[in-house]
């Protein structure tokens, strides 16, 4: 059985990412890219599903483990009876695709054991096992190849490798599993010190250009060194998470892939990124957005694949259990079919912070948006499956009409920078007129005037986390007597155990779901933000605090956190929870953080 979310490490190269267990397992890789079938899927079925561990055979031993700093490589030490070991994990950034283990002795002599199962298309398909002519290990299954190697002896077990050898203080083995295509040669040998030397100093360079300043940078630094892991290098986009049905409530169903690029996500990453001052990936993802949406308007999607792609159906797995029994696991997700109206507030935010942070813009990049906007005019007024993607039916969600306005207000202020550039004096005149419609729908039909809130949906009574939102980005003004009611209503109402849920599933609000999940934690980032913005500081550091002890030993979120039971639900590592907490973190040390920013002048924020 898979271990706790919690019991998880990450490491990764640009391209895809591993899963680590504290027991030493690799229990979720997926080659050659992040959104590629599994060839280790035990996270989310048993050991035979695939998964490579190294690990000392000592069941009593204990486990220790840390990322060498301002790095994504791992090291595990392990402490048994005879002596310690440490096991140091990583992908070169380099060149390839590779995953090292180097086992070092540190003390006395310590016996270990390798368990290795390949299992391609997420646990299902069983390789061909043979060695090469340098004895090395291959695993064919049709358009896959895996090679190991490795000094110490390996040996055939069932369906599986096995090694048992014994690592003395001093002394050190190296195994380094390849991937490659199995029509072509085998992937070339690498040195594996020489790739963790300059594995390491690739992570440092980028680290050390973080500009952070707040008391908690380390786990600030580790946060956007988990999105940098999170971003395709070669298209630019960025996925939500590396992994796919991860439960937001074990035992139910609510399991989703986020191995793709959501414009709301990605954008959040992005403005943290800026904000933190990595202007090349804020570069690179602008680009790639402009690829991915570029076509029809009205064909634009709210995710895409990892290089813009748009066929992405949703289907179940049926041969994996899931997650302690979470099932279905699905790959593929049925919300790239969904319309959601937030992504075009989302997208013109981002284009316009990163025009505000020195991003030069292009011709393009302009057409696209214009066109965008266009569309946007014609379909605002619609209701839309939201920031939640729910799958019961569309409604108008008041989110989702703020970041409609929000589109309008950032193209405005562009054009009122740029003298027009590109747009006529009567396209800007119509945009200040849907902005002021906009505003005025959403005061006349979003807020209830009995609940002192906003609400979640036109005629609705419900709360929704996401209203948090509506000062950040400049809707209304932070001390507006209808924001801070909201504030107030919202931890009144979804404060569950210190921490905020989206919605409430239980009670109030269907999702076309079966209630009941943990608090999806950007909610709980947002409400601090607010707290900082209204002055109460003291209540902000008490909730950072109370978040930041969600974090696992080596840094890391899920998407979701379940307070009952004290565990980490949903996808993992998870963008969004780590975009929220670089913001708030940053939002609370700076005197303007990124939410001051992103709202703009308060002029902007009116009804005209
Ligand atoms: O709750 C139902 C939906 O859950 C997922 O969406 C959530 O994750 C997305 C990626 O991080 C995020 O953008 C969205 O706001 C979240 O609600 C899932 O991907 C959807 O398919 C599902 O309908």
Redesign the pocket.
């Known amino acids: 059985m898979a271990l706790r979310i919690e019991d998880y490490a990450l490491v990764g190269d640009g391209r895809s990412a591993a899963l680590i267990g504290r027991d030493g397992s690799v229990d979720w890789l997926c080659w050659p890219r992040f959104d590629a079938p599994a060839c280790f899927a035990a996270l989310l079925g048993t050991s035979q599903h695939g998964h490579w561990r190294i690990a000392p055979g000592d069941p009593q031993s204990r486990a220790v483990r840390r990322y060498r700093p301002g790095t994504l490589v791992l090291e595990t030490t392990h402490e048994t009876a005879t002596g310690r070991v440490r096991v140091t994990d990583y992908m070169p950034v380099n060149d390839g695709l590779h995953l090292i283990r180097l086992v070092e002795g540190l003390s006395g002599s310590v016996a270990m054991r390798m368990d290795f199962v390949v299992r391609y298309d997420y646990g299902s398909a069983v390789p061909w096992v043979s060695r090469n002519e340098h004895d090395d290990l291959r695993a064919i299954v049709g358009p896959h190849k895996l090679v190991l190697r490795t000094r110490v002896p390996l040996r055939g077990v069932g369906r599986s490798t096995v090694s048992e050898f014994t690592v003395d203080e001093g002394r050190s083995h190296s195994f380094v599993l390849s991937y490659g295509p199995s029509h072509e040669d085998d992937p070339a040998p690498i040195e594996p010190r020489r790739e963790l030397r300059r594995t390491t100093e690739t992570w440092l360079a980028w680290s050390g250009r973080c500009q952070g300043g707040t008391p908690w940078d380390e786990i600030l630094g580790r946060s956007l060194l988990t999105l940098k892991a999170l971003i395709y290098t070669p298209t630019g986009g960025i996925v939500?998470?590396p992994t796919t049905s991860l439960p937001?409530q074990i035992g139910g169903v609510?399991n989703?892939d986020?191995r793709y690029c959501?414009l709301?996500?990605s954008t959040f990453t992005l403005l943290a990124l800026m904000d933190a001052g990595y202007l090349d990936e804020a570069r690179a993802w602008r680009d790639w957005l402009l690829r991915a949406v570029a076509g029809s308007p009205e064909q634009a999607h709210i995710l895409y694949g990892l290089g813009g792609e748009r066929l992405l159906p949703e289907i179940e797995l049926d041969w994996l259990p899931g997650y302690e029994n979470s099932r279905p696991v699905r790959i593929g997700?049925?919300?790239s079919q969904q319309f959601q109206l937030d992504v075009y507030g989302e997208i013109f935010d981002a284009l316009f912070q990163a025009q505000e942070r020195g991003l030069e813009g292009d011709e393009t990049g302009v057409r696209v948006g214009l066109a965008l906007l266009e569309h946007l005019e014609k379909v605002w007024h619609e209701p839309d499956e939201g920031?939640?993607?729910?799958?019961d039916g569309r409604r108008h969600f008041v989110h989702s009409k703020v970041m409609a306005w929000v589109a309008f207000d950032r193209a405005i202020r562009y054009y009122d920078k740029h003298s027009r550039n590109g747009a006529r004096d009567a396209t800007v005149s119509r945009w200040r007129a849907v902005r002021a419609e906009i505003h005025r729908e959403v005061c006349e039909k979003g807020f209830d005037p009995d609940l002192n809130s906003f609400v979640q949906a036109y005629g609705s009574r419900h709360l929704d986390a996401s209203l948090l939102l509506m000062a950040h980005v400049g809707f209304l003004p932070q001390d507006d007597p209808r924001v801070i009611g909201t504030v107030e209503a919202v931890g009144r109402h979804l404060m569950r155990d210190g921490f905020i849920l989206r919605y409430d599933t239980e009670h109030q609000t269907t999702?076309g779901?079966p209630a009941g999940e943990g608090a999806f934690l950007p909610c709980s980032f947002w409400y601090a933000d607010n707290l900082i913005r209204l002055g109460r500081c003291a209540e902000a550091r008490a909730m950072i605090e109370r978040l930041l002890a969600v974090c696992n030993d080596v840094g890391l979120l899920a998407?979701e956190y379940d307070p009952v039971a004290g565990r980490q639900v949903g996808n993992f590592p998870?963008a969004?929870s780590h975009v929220a907490l670089v913001n708030t973190l940053l939002n609370f040390s700076r005197a303007t953080g990124p939410a001051m920013e992103r709202a703009g002048s308060q002029d902007a924020a009116g009804p005209s």
């Not at 920031?387 to 799958?391: G, Q």
């Open positions: 939500a998470a937001e609510r989703w986020y959501w709301r996500d997700n049925a919300a920031i939640w993607e729910v799958r999702d779901l998407e998870q969004f």
